[in-house]
């Protein structure tokens, strides 16, 4: 492992600046120039060129087998398809929206409108009617591609509201085909003369934000954007993209295309050379029997998904007896990956013999069932969308599987920073990405600037553009801090800190993010604003629930009796109690309450991108809070 990470000891160091003895400001050079001519239409047709049989895709049969897709087959099939849209009559600088789950129809049709010179607006495929026709409307699509019949019927209610929109195609239905068929009789040079009226400075994709606080912006991001993002990350994370082993770099894709994360990577690995595959379907087998069948070396995941991963095995060593051993091999995991931290950083001196001894004892047994449930070959994931917490980075770390946490916005084009390769800080989101300036307000906001921070937000009545930071620096609405050494650390968001009836400042994030990587709890949300004291509501996990009911003999307890059983409240009290750990007595939960159901999207609970919608939430479980501050504990 050190000859592959003996590259990152050439890397820069950030550069910090201090004011009042306080870190404000890190930022960290760029590793690779800007692009300043061509876009992101260009990257299949030069990776055909330069390497025509590199495996660049791999796309998945009817029988759950994997077809690799090369180079040279991949951009005849983006020449087909963007010549079939121009044959449509799609105009340079039209939007066509996007609204599927994660497919090879969608990173196709994505190249292909950049090659006709088309702006892509995604669409989460799991969007109401009346969210569809906004984006639509707002952003003046004329053409929408979705992937099933039920999803083009879901805008059937509003066609007459939308007279912008002229095209709709369906994948299902062989409409990717049909658009290259109908192409067919286009000259290719049609296709390169849109191509070169490409700049870095052209409008790639208008992105909508999840309006966690308000209604949905797009977010206008150039290919210039996108370059310097994926060409400063494919540097950095040379690990991950770059380095040379017996496995050749391949990802799963499973996160949503239409979120500014998963699309970014989709970028880097085409960029890259890095062969990618789609995963629809987040259903728990489905997406286990995908890792099984690709064997990806590494992944794109939220927290969510590696404390699933984390909880479920813990789960299964319970019912074989052996939770006792799990969680001795975790604490194990943790310590190493600890020690590992401390000698990379020059704090300690590594693992012990005793250490390296144990955790050689429980690899079989324990850490190789984590790594083959996500397809036995992961070796890496780059993990964001918020903190996933140093007690979770460092068991993963001590399983074999490093982390690279990073942190970004829609609005940074996915991540400003990221963890360095051999340099990670255990619950920090690493360094600015190179070519990132990263600043902390007087009040604690963490401010950006850099070449993939965004033009502006979509604004048609405005001219199309309105620009976002005018200063130079975007202004993200998360609460932060650096450290002497540049690394970041999010403790908020600014419109979510709550400050109670005794004037105390508290940031719910960290105990919410705590509490919901317990094994029993889905979903978590802090409240107090103006409150005496700090309340929580939790939902249950199903499969957590469950799976405590099995081992602790309650299967008769019915489900409404269950939400006030001693015994599952003395549980979650134990975990309320571990996360007040956290914080001070002031920032304590004090009571906390079961809610019967899950925060759900299709309930308005939560954005696409599971986020807490907190109005709605608060809104819709306002007895069960009034409840709560009905005594002073």
């Not at 990577?265 to 050379?273: E, N, P, S």
Request: with cysteine.
């Amino acid at each position: 492992m050190s000859d592959l990470y003996a590259p990152a000891s050439l890397l820069p160091e950030p550069e910090v600046k201090r004011l009042g003895g306080v870190v404000r400001e890190a930022s960290l050079p760029l590793l690779v120039a800007p692009v300043t001519h061509g876009s992101l239409a260009d990257i299949p047709f030069d990776n055909a060129a330069a390497d025509p049989g590199a495996p660049v895709l791999s796309r998945k049969d009817q029988e759950g087998g994997w077809t690799d897709v090369s180079a040279a087959e991949f951009a005849a099939e983006v020449l087909g398809v963007a010549k079939g849209l121009i044959a449509e009559g799609l105009a340079p600088g039209d939007r066509i929206a996007i609204m599927a789950r994660t497919t090879y129809e969608w990173t196709l049709l994505d190249f292909a409108a950049w090659a006709a010179g088309l702006v892509t607006v995604p669409v989460y495929p799991t969007s109401s009617a009346y969210q569809v026709r906004s984006i639509l409307q707002d952003s003046g699509a004329v053409a929408l591609a979705v992937e099933s019949v039920a999803q083009a019927a879901t805008t059937g209610p509003e066609r007459d509201r939308l007279p912008d929109l002229r095209h709709m195609w369906v994948f299902e239905k062989g409409h990717m085909e049909r658009l290259a068929e109908l192409g067919r009789d286009v000259p290719d040079q049609e296709v390169a003369v849109r191509r070169g009226m490409l700049g870095p400075d052209t409008l790639a994709t208008v992105i909508y934000t999840s309006g966690t606080t308000g209604r949905p912006k797009g977010c206008v991001l150039s290919h210039g954007n996108f370059f310097a993002e994926v060409d400063n990350a494919i540097e950095l994370l040379y690990p991950i993209f770059k380095a040379k082993t017996s496995d050749a770099a391949s990802t799963l894709l499973f996160l949503p295309l239409s979120h500014v994360f998963g699309r970014m990577v989709a970028v880097a690995c085409l960029r890259a050379r890095v062969k990618l595959g789609h995963a629809p379907s987040l259903q728990t087998d489905d997406l286990l029997a995908d890792l099984a069948s690709f064997r990806p070396t590494f992944l794109l995941a939220i927290p969510y998904v590696l404390e699933k991963v984390f909880n479920t095995g813990r789960a299964t060593a319970e019912k074989m007896g052996r939770g006792s051993s799990f969680d001795r091999a975790a604490r194990i995991a943790r310590r190493y990956g600890e020690a590992v931290e401390a000698r990379q950083h020059g704090t300690g001196p590594g693992p012990s013999r005793s250490l390296r001894a144990a955790r050689a004892l429980y690899d079989p047994l324990v850490y190789r069932r984590i790594r083959n449930a996500l397809g036995g070959r992961v070796r890496y994931a780059i993990c964001g969308g918020s903190p996933l917490g140093r007690r979770l980075a460092a068991f993963y770390a001590g399983a074999g599987i490093e982390i690279f946490e990073g942190y970004g916005l829609t609005e940074s084009t996915a991540a400003a920073t990221v963890t360095p390769p051999v340099r990670p800080r255990l619950g920090t989101v690493g360094w600015p990405l190179p070519g990132t300036r990263v600043r902390i307000a007087g009040d604690g906001e963490v401010l950006l600037s850099g070449n993939q921070v965004f033009r502006g937000y979509w604004d048609p009545s405005a001219g199309g553009v309105v620009p976002a930071s005018p200063d130079g620096w975007f202004a993200t609405g998360d609460i932060g801090e650096l450290d002497d050494d540049g690394y970041l650390t999010i403790t908020g968001r600014k419109k979510e800190i709550l400050i109670t009836a005794g004037g105390k400042n508290v940031a719910p994030a960290p105990l919410e993010n705590w509490l919901r990587s317990h094994p029993l709890i889905a979903q978590c949300m802090v409240l107090g604003d103006r409150r005496p004291y700090i309340t929580a509501l939790i939902t249950l996990d199903p499969e957590g629930i469950t799976h405590w009911r099995q081992m602790n003999g309650k299967h008769g307890v019915p489900p409404e009796l269950l939400l006030d059983d001693p015994e599952l409240r003395t549980v979650l009290q134990r975990a309320i109690d571990e996360a007040n750990r956290l914080v001070s007595r002031p920032e304590s939960i004090r009571k906390f309450a079961v809610l019967p159901r899950d925060f759900t999207e299709e309930a308005g609970h939560l954005t696409p991108s599971m986020k807490l919608r907190r109005e709605a939430i608060a809104r819709d479980f306002a007895d069960d809070i009034e409840g709560l501050y009905a005594k002073t504990p």
